[in-house]
């Protein structure tokens, strides 16, 4: 079984290399679904019993670790010397530096590593993060994916 949390930000970014405006700032309402699967909790004393994991249990891990680090940030590349410089000059902006350039792809699998080290099989079920599907704009999405 498989259940899905869709957690939401606001963040900018640029893509250094890009060929055409994703170079310049800007910024995205940023949407994630992030989809854990397992069996089922058997136990009738368990708070979850019948659920593969409680919502606000996604909610909370979500929240630590995406939205509280990333909300109103600016995603920053560690090779953009020049936005580095300027962020490091100036004061009330939340630089959040990543070692990879901040396409879709790339931002989604930052998001599937950081939740996938919050989830452990605490009840014997197989719990597991299964994949997070990150929205850029309503109309682009990336989908990163368990692969074993
Ligand atoms: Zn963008």
Known sequence: MKITKIIQWDMG?????????CKGLHGHRYKAEV???GDLVNSTTKSEHGMVMDFADIKSIAKTEIHDKLDHGFMVWDKDEELIKFFRESEGHKMVVVPFTSTAENVAQYIFDAISKQISDKFGTGLKLSSVKLWETPTSYALCERQS
Do not use: A, E
């Open 13 to 21: 970014h640029r893509i250094l290399n890009h060929r055409s405006v």
């Open 35 to 37: 989809t854990v699967s």
